[in-house]
C-alpha cells in the first residue's frame, strides 16, 4: 500500500525472515521461545523490528554466518543490539531509493 516495487518487497520479505530465522536459532536452546516482529512506514521508509529475550548462541555447523551480510546487501540499513534483555535487529529501507 505505500508503493514497493517487487524487486523491494523480496528484499524486505527475506531480509526479515532472515532476521527471524536467526532469533529461533541463535537467540534460545531448543524448546518453547518466542520473538517480536514489528513493522512500520516512516517517512517514505519501511522499518521491521525484529526482538528476542535469548542470549546470543554460536552457529552450529560449518559454512554458516551469511545472514547478517545478506541483510545488509537488500535493505539500507541494518541495526543489531544485545544486551541483557536480548538482540533487536531493526531494518530499515527507503522505498524506492534503488530506482533513482
Do not use: C
Not at 520473538?35 to 521491521?48: I, K, Q, S, T, W
Not at 539500507?76 to 531494518?91: A, F, M
Amino acid at each position: 500500500r505505500w508503493g514497493a516495487a517487487e524487486n523491494e518487497i523480496y528484499d524486505i520479505v527475506v531480509s526479515v525472515q532472515e532476521a527471524a530465522a536467526n532469533a529461533v536459532e541463535h537467540a534460545y536452546a531448543p524448546g518453547q521461545a518466542t520473538y517480536e516482529v514489528l513493522g512500520f512506514y516512516e517517512d517514505g521508509a519501511v522499518v521491521f523490528e525484529v526482538r528476542d529475550r535469548g542470549t546470543w548462541r554460536e552457529p552450529r555447523g560449518q559454512h554458516r554466518g551469511r545472514g547478517l551480510a545478506m541483510m545488509r546487501a537488500l535493505m539500507e540499513t541494518v541495526d543489531v543490539t544485545q544486551d541483557k534483555e536480548g538482540t533487536r535487529v531493526v531494518l530499515r529501507t527507503t522505498l524506492g531509493r534503488k530506482a533513482a
